[in-house]
């Protein structure tokens, strides 16, 4: 069973940054997308940002030019760089790993707390 644990959450004021870091436990089943959904308080989880295992990146458009997904596959890694950060991004940010296995199978962190003041 693969792991993902994520870190680099926190408090910042309106317009600072924060860079979550998510590593998988194993290297195998390949995850072949990677990403990071978030949940507000009282709303449903949603899509953020997503990366393929070639590096190819898909953003929800309220994030795009402010945020930023990379991976480093020798690492099990993925990041998101957030800049410019707005209250509105007040939320638990998740990371997610999918493998494809007669269908496909996703992983789930266990999130990591942003908070942005205004």
């Known amino acids: 069973q693969v792991q993902l644990v994520e870190s680099g959450g926190g408090l910042v004021q309106s317009g600072g940054s924060l860079r979550l870091t998510c590593v998988a436990s194993r290297s195998r089943p390949r995850m072949l997308v990677m990403g990071w959904h978030r949940q507000a308080p009282g709303k449903e989880r949603e899509f953020v940002a997503s990366i393929t295992y070639g590096g190819s990146a898909n953003y929800a458009d309220s994030v795009k030019g402010r945020f930023t997904i990379s991976r480093d596959n020798t690492e099990n890694t993925v990041y998101l760089q957030m800049n410019n950060l707005e209250p509105e991004d007040t939320a638990v940010y998740y990371c997610?790993?999918?493998?494809?296995?007669?269908?496909?199978?996703?992983?789930w962190g266990q999130g990591t707390q942003v908070t942005v003041s205004s």
């Open positions: 997610n790993g999918r493998v494809m296995n007669v269908g496909w199978n996703d992983y």
